[in-house]
């Protein structure tokens, strides 16, 4: 049920504090943790403490929470010092989503070129 913490969802997991992760912020509705397999230098996961499993439907059934991980990202981005950054959202296998658990990639550190793919 989208909103629900699932048992088999790694992230929903790591809120629950049953797997560890190297968190940098947390609100009431959001958690920000680096990345295990960063992809630049600054590599860090915002995520909905609420599930949802990607972020259209995160957009669709919680726009309000959408927003605060937005904003999150911007408070990642000011607590790591980046003068610029990228924020991802993959949505779905052909977009590289691999965690069903909405959720935002914050990177920078490096030049990152343009397309992406």
Not at 7 to 28: Q, S
Not at 89 to 106: I, K, L, P, R, S
Request: glycine content about 10%; aromatic content about 6%.
């Amino acid at each position: 049920m989208a909103g629900e913490p699932q048992e088999d969802c790694l992230f929903c997991n790591i809120i629950a504090g049953k797997i560890p992760a190297d968190v940098v912020r947390e609100t009431d509705t959001t958690l920000a943790f680096r990345d295990i397999n960063p992809q630049a230098p600054t590599h860090i996961l915002v995520i909905p403490k609420a599930h949802y499993k990607n972020a259209a439907e995160l957009a669709a059934e919680a726009p309000q929470v959408a927003a605060d991980v937005l904003a999150e990202t911007r408070g990642v981005a000011e607590g790591e010092q980046l003068e610029s950054y990228r924020t991802v959202f993959n949505t779905g296998t052909g977009a590289g989503q691999t965690v069903w658990h909405a959720h935002a990639h914050v990177l920078g550190g490096r030049g990152l070129n343009w397309p992406p793919g």
